[in-house]
């Protein structure tokens, strides 16, 4: 590839990955999925050490993405709040072991812990008392949430026993359960609100509601991972967290000292199993150097710290054939792809149903009839066709033809501009809207008793 040729692939790649990165954080609505999101993000950063005087400071590899939004007082972080390096090998995990021996000539240990899939908070206690809680925002400057923050159950107002700082930041993730998160989107379903895709989205948008009384209502937790060096004096990381521990923080109880990467990837091995049972979504592990002073002399990049990485499970998969389609009306008329699948084992459940958005995502996935379809759970939650596998596909297998009529009344369906969604107009003659309307208008009523 010649420069021309970089410049204009490195071009297209930020685009892309800020474009997603807007959805993911802004709008808790991604349109790609981690891993694919991680090896544009991979190819750009090779490209960029191939061609260094392409690398400019509005490159995704220089800077976090955003989750600030408006309606918020903003506040800069007292220590810039980075992200992580990524990678889904063992390989890479061992490389970055031993790019830290070769800068270190003492001994050190690591703490390996659960990555928690939520949305990222920074607390600041000052003289025992929460005095602000901030999103990640740019890095720089985060959103104030201390009011949503004072109602999730257990971060604490007051600090207990002794031995905190005067003041101090203290870094972690508000995750949605997912009990919290079927509760929830059975609710917005029932309300023919767009189902939140997995607890990840559900949680960041959840910290962001205006009326902090809702935010009570959304079951969030929040658990906290780290203090940035300088904030407290313990020599290691572990020692740091039993300390916020002991003063009634919300500390991950489920990490461990390694010592060696064969130490690393039996922890590995055991939680990409053990996750599965945990009442909340993790999607990988963070190995972080223990010693404080090894911390400060790695430093960080631009973008992340030079002392940890992030481990990504990969999500778990299925491939099955497509039986049918169903075309289901809502109550507000919407008209819904459902795709009928042969059952298939995935995530610890019978998978036999998985929603195919509307005609566009038909269209954009070239989904033919019997094709045989890769099935993920997003989130580990909610079934979703990602791709669909053309060596399988019959000869003569047609494209699904969306209906130009109610499928329940025989209307012709409308789509207004600008939406992806085909509506029935029949709104006072549906049977299906009808009913939709009764059981949404009896389920509010039974709430407000």
């Not at 991979?42 to 050490?49: Q, R, S």
């Not at 995704?60 to 090998?89: I, R």
């Not at 025989?410 to 509506?423: C, D, I, R, S």
Request: hydrophobic residues 35%; negative net charge; charged residues 25%.
């Amino acid at each position: 590839m010649d420069k021309n040729e970089a410049r204009q692939r490195i071009d297209s790649l930020k685009a892309v990955l800020w474009e997603n990165s807007r959805k993911y954080y802004v709008e808790n609505a991604p349109t790609m999925s981690d891993y694919d999101y991680d090896q544009l993000m991979h190819e750009l950063e090779d490209l960029e050490n191939q061609f260094p005087e392409l690398r400019t400071p509005d490159s995704p590899t220089q800077k976090v993405g955003s989750d600030s939004e408006s309606g918020f007082a903003k506040y800069p972080h007292k220590y810039p709040m980075l992200s992580l390096g990524n990678t889904y090998s063992i390989e890479e995990v061992e490389a970055f072991a031993q790019r830290a021996l070769k800068s270190i000539d003492t001994p050190f240990s690591f703490c390996c812990e659960l990555k928690f899939d939520g949305t990222a908070i920074c607390l600041t206690y000052r003289k025992g008392r929460l005095f602000r809680a901030l999103t990640r925002g740019d890095g720089v400057v985060g959103d104030d949430v201390t009011a949503n923050a004072l109602n999730i159950e257990n971060i604490p107002y007051s600090l207990k026993g002794s031995g905190w700082p005067e003041e101090f930041e203290i870094r972690g993730e508000i995750l949605m359960p997912y009990n919290s998160f079927e509760r929830l989107n059975r609710e917005r379903e029932l309300n023919e609100d767009p189902p939140f895709a997995n607890p990840r989205n559900a949680a960041s948008g959840s910290l962001k509601l205006q009326d902090p009384s809702e935010v009570a209502r959304r079951g969030l937790f929040c658990t906290l991972y780290h203090i940035p060096t300088g904030q407290v004096d313990y020599p290691t990381h572990d020692e740091a967290l039993r300390a916020a521990e002991s003063w009634g923080l919300p500390v991950s109880h489920e990490r461990r000292l390694c010592r060696s990467t064969e130490e690393i990837e039996g922890f590995i091995k055991h939680w990409d199993t053990e996750r599965k049972n945990l009442p909340y979504p993790t999607d990988g592990i963070v190995i972080k150097i223990n010693e404080m002073d090894v911390q400060r002399t790695l430093g960080y990049t631009a973008k992340s710290p030079r002392w940890a990485v992030a481990y990504k499970f990969k999500a778990e998969q299925a491939l099955t054939p497509i039986l049918s389609i169903d075309y289901q009306v809502g109550r507000t008329g919407a008209v819904t792809p459902v795709a009928n699948l042969e059952p298939v084992f995935l995530s610890g459940t019978i998978v036999k149903r998985a929603t195919l958005v509307n005609e566009d995502q038909m269209r954009m996935l070239d989904i033919h009839v019997g094709d045989s379809v890769y099935v993920e759970k997003g989130g580990e939650i909610i079934p979703k066709i990602t791709a669909v596998e053309p060596s399988r596909r019959l000869p003569g297998a047609r494209i699904p033809e969306f209906p130009a009529v109610c499928p329940d009344c025989g209307t012709p369906l409308v789509k207004n501009e600008g939406e992806a969604k085909w509506f029935c107009p029949n709104t006072d003659g549906c049977p299906t809207q009808i009913k939709g309307k009764l059981e949404h208008f009896v389920s509010r009523a039974e709430k407000q008793r």
